[in-house]
């Protein structure tokens, strides 16, 4: 199976922030890799596909980048909503593994 | 708006069974490939399998843990995805959500239903 981590595991930031998560794969997996969002006691919220399109509705100050083995999802001007833990996903090949996750907590 | 709300979450012992239903509503549920995602307590996601379509020749696939051992079926006249699980261990105990399956991810999510398997 693929692994995917993440880095950091947490993350202490203010609103306003920039922000930048990543997710390093343990083999290529090109661009096939998707972000989501979670907040405590929620599903998952699905933001980003093919490493950096944006799913319909997510905010634009939300954006991933990376191919191969390295992504990274940034956040520009972290605003409220947005503390939350962040997980990674690469889809090019089963099983579709998930990153660790990144908790955003406010500093 | 795409709705994915599941069911028959519960208390099960170790070797017992359990049947999770989706019903899903607000897109052609017949087009879609699922799957059932899995998060224990305080720990991350974890894909537990997935259905194509009947269209797509309906077959289903699991992840290691869980093969042999859980079954994912679908009824496309009652818009509704299976999970029937047997010979439940201790581990399997988590928040199991169901989702569309898009290529590879995981584009919708139902609110998810709690499986406890203890004695």
């Known amino acids: 199976d693929i692994q995917m981590t993440q880095s950091p595991s947490t993350l202490s930031a203010s609103v306003g922030d920039r922000v930048t998560i990543t997710c390093r794969a343990s083999q290529s997996i090109s661009s096939w890799l998707a972000w989501y969002q979670q907040k405590p006691g929620k599903a998952p919220k699905f933001l980003i596909y093919k490493a950096s399109s944006l799913e319909s509705g997510v905010p634009s100050r939300f954006s991933g980048s990376g191919s191969g083995t390295e992504f990274t999802l940034t956040i520009n001007s972290l605003q409220p909503d947005d503390f939350a833990t962040y997980y990674c996903q690469q889809y090019t090949s089963y099983p579709g593994t998930f990153g660790q996750g990144t908790k955003v907590e406010i500093k | 708006e795409v709705q994915l709300v599941e069911s028959g979450g519960g208390l099960v012992k170790p070797g017992g069974s359990l049947r999770l239903s989706c019903g899903a509503s607000?897109?052609?549920?017949?087009?879609?490939?699922m799957s059932w995602v899995r998060q224990a307590p305080g720990k991350g996601l974890e894909w537990v399998g997935r259905?194509?379509?009947?269209?797509?020749?309906?077959?289903?696939l699991y992840a290691a843990p869980v093969k042999g051992r859980f079954t994912i079926s679908r009824d496309d006249s009652e818009n509704t995805l299976y999970l029937q699980m047997n010979s439940l261990k201790t581990e399997d105990t988590a928040v199991y959500y169901c989702t569309t399956h898009r290529t590879g991810y995981f584009q919708h999510w139902g609110q998810g239903t709690l499986v406890t398997v203890s004695s």
């Open positions: 259905i194509k379509s009947k269209s797509d020749d309906g077959t289903t």
């Open positions: 607000g897109f052609t549920f017949s087009n879609a490939w």
